[in-house]
């Protein structure tokens, strides 16, 4: 998932590094950077693999996800030397390939026979590729992750809440196939009472001050079928980024916002969804499928308590895309030794322990394994999230194309300022000024 902030790829002098190859001449010290939740940690776990075969230490700076952007983005600016590796953010990748914070990977890729090709495509081009879709790679897939959604199976299941629903639906309640289903359910829960307390329809995304708003209207407006542009790589967003399907997108959110989520819910995104779940103030909740081994662990609410399902689709199946790659810090003096990760990182069967682990592989090999999708109970969700999945502008001035779009989504949706439309007019003017100033248009 993005975390950004404004004018943190500020330009730096690039820095060109090729022909880097794996040298195990000395032990070093590595320190691999990431946010700090549930994955970090079966990467700690995983990385001790790492540590016994090649002799290296690995150290980690994981850094909570409100400061994560902050934090990091600081440090590649001033060519800080804290991380050898990183795992940056998908819309980090034109900013640190741009700027130099990153070191270009093809030349290494090719000495050790690591094929792109055997990632998911979606990953290979949502982290890894700089310009969009062409063979340029500064980070290896490392970590899948889509916004999904997680439900309160035991109370769908109970006989007069299915009665109910039917009485009032006229089909059976189930997991939505759809955005409009996915809203009928909200609302039926909506105020309802289960077993003695008040219980509300959905926790989505609405905060403001990083990217939640964005990242949670647009699993609503993707499906409804917004685009940024009307041609890929050309900023033509006018009849794209406000057309009548994006305009219907974003008024269902709002309408979800108002009709079926938890009172006093302004200004919420990760933790607050998954506090409101496990709480259970709500029957479902929208989040990211990196939190959902954790949750179907969880001796309350999940196990036979908990279902999962994908992102509904409307007009077109989408998903808004999370995750991340690996990346190797042009400014670490430890260069080789980051590389001998990323090696060993790639290699098939350690692919595997990372989706046994809690990680979210991007691996074919594993996708692919005919036991995957019966591997986890959103295994098969997964799967389906990423066929379809849908990611904000990659930019280098992501951030300031980022906080225009959690500016006029919040105000409309939370603040109920004006109309969908132009909310949507505004924001391809914002978005206008700054692609003018970065040469784009």
């Known amino acids: 998932m993005p975390m950004k902030t404004a004018s943190l790829f500020a330009a730096t002098a690039l820095v060109a590094v090729g022909g880097l190859s794996v040298s195990r001449a000395q032990a070093d ?40 952007a902050d934090r990091m983005l600081n440090e590649l600016n001033s060519g800080g030397k804290l991380c050898d590796l990183l795992i940056g953010d998908s819309q980090w990748i034109g900013g640190g ?15 050790e026979g690591i094929s792109m090709d055997d990632f998911a495509p979606a990953t290979v081009y949502a982290y890894s590729t700089w310009p969009k879709g062409t063979p340029n790679y500064y980070a290896l897939p490392a970590m ?74 647009t699993s609503a407006m993707y499906p409804f079928g917004f685009k940024y542009e009307m041609t890929p790589g050309k900023y033509d967003m006018e009849g794209a980024v406000n057309s009548a399907d994006a305009v219907a997108g974003l008024e269902f959110y709002k309408t979800l916002y108002k009709t079926g989520t938890p ?25 990211w499928f990196a939190f959902f081994p954790g949750l179907y662990a969880d001796p309350d609410v999940g196990g036979d308590k908990i279902g999962f399902f994908v992102n509904p689709g409307e007009k077109v199946e989408a998903s808004t895309l999370g995750g991340q790659g690996i990346s190797v810090v042009s400014y670490s003096d430890k260069k080789d030794a ?7 990182f790639a290699q098939p069967s350690v692919q595997k322990k990372w989706w046994d682990l809690g990680g979210y592989s991007c691996h ?3 996708l692919n394994d005919p036991n995957f999708p019966e591997s986890a109970p959103f295994a098969a969700d997964f799967l389906q999230a990423m066929d379809g999945v849908q990611d904000f502008w990659q930019e280098p001035a992501y951030a300031e194309l980022l906080l225009a779009m959690q500016k006029r989504l919040h105000d409309y949706v939370v603040a109920d300022q004006g109309t969908a439309k132009e909310a949507l007019d505004k924001l391809i003017g914002d978005w206008t000024e700054t692609f003018e100033d970065e040469g784009k248009l």
Not at 182 to 210: M, P
Not at 273 to 280: E, H, P, R, V
Not at 338 to 344: G, N, Q, T
Request: net charge negative.
């Open 29 to 68: 010290d590595l320190t691999l950077c990431w946010a700090a939740w549930d994955p970090a940690n079966a990467l700690v776990e995983l990385s001790k693999e790492f540590e016994a075969e090649s002799g290296h230490t690995m150290n980690f700076e994981f850094v909570p996800w409100p400061n994560f």
């Open 263 to 287: 009172p006093g819910y302004t200004d919420s995104y990760m933790e607050q969804s998954l506090d409101a779940f496990k709480s259970g103030q709500v029957a479902m909740a929208m989040n």
């Open 364 to 366: 074919l090999s594993v």
């Open 144 to 217: 899948g992750d889509a916004n999904g959604w997680f439900y309160r199976k035991d109370w769908f299941e109970k006989p007069e809440i299915q009665a109910a629903f039917k009485a009032k639906y006229g089909r059976d309640l189930a997991p939505p196939k759809t955005q409009m289903e996915l809203l009928d359910i909200a609302q039926f829960f909506q105020g309802r009472e289960i077993d003695g307390q008040t219980r509300y329809g959905a926790a989505i995304f609405t905060e403001r001050g990083s990217e939640g708003i964005t990242m949670g209207a």
């Open 97 to 111: 390939a741009e700027n130099g914070h990153y070191v270009k990977l093809n030349d290494f890729f090719d000495k």
């Open 338 to 344: 980051a590389l001998e990760y990323i090696k060993w």
